[in-house]
């Protein structure tokens, strides 16, 4: 009795399975001249960098690894510009510490506050707390400035 109930359903729904099927099938259609995606030449995983900083303490020392085991390999002044390259957490004495690997001019010079056309540009991680962030490089020397003052 249910056999029969359930062959009522196939009768009811036969001239609608095939539309169901073009439609699963038309839309597994791929051309080949179809382009890949692109993400914009702008885009923030595109860049060889993060973003900007500008160091915000007296002088803080760069180092040769993120972390407590680095090696100085000089210091930034107060309102640096750097670049900061990659940005990375650790876990110093059971806690998180935020790290960045910058560039930047060497010592802090004050000769150029950006860093086009510097010659003197070092490498090295700083601590996260001793960099404030920008998206440009106009609004860190903006806030250099402002800080030098």
């Not at 973003?51 to 085991?69: E, I, K, Q, Y």
């Amino acid at each position: 009795m249910r056999i029969g109930h359930f062959s009522g359903y196939i009768q009811l729904f036969q001239p609608v399975i095939p539309f169901v099927f073009i439609f699963i099938f038309a839309g597994c259609n791929r051309s080949s001249d179809e382009l890949p995606v692109l993400p914009p030449e702008t885009h923030p995983l595109a860049r060889e960098y993060v973003g900007f900083g500008v160091v915000n303490a007296s002088f803080t020392h760069f180092l040769s690894d993120p972390g407590p085991r680095g090696a100085s390999q000089g210091y930034f002044r107060r309102g640096t510009v750097v670049r900061i390259i990659e940005r990375r957490q650790i876990n110093n004495r059971g806690g998180p510490e935020l790290w960045v690997l910058a560039e930047g001019n060497y010592q802090g010079s004050q000769e150029s506050q950006g860093l086009r056309g510097s010659s003197s540009i070092a490498r090295g991680w700083l601590q996260g707390g001793t960099v404030e962030v920008y998206d440009s490089e106009e609004r860190a020397i903006t806030a250099s400035k402002t800080m030098n003052q």
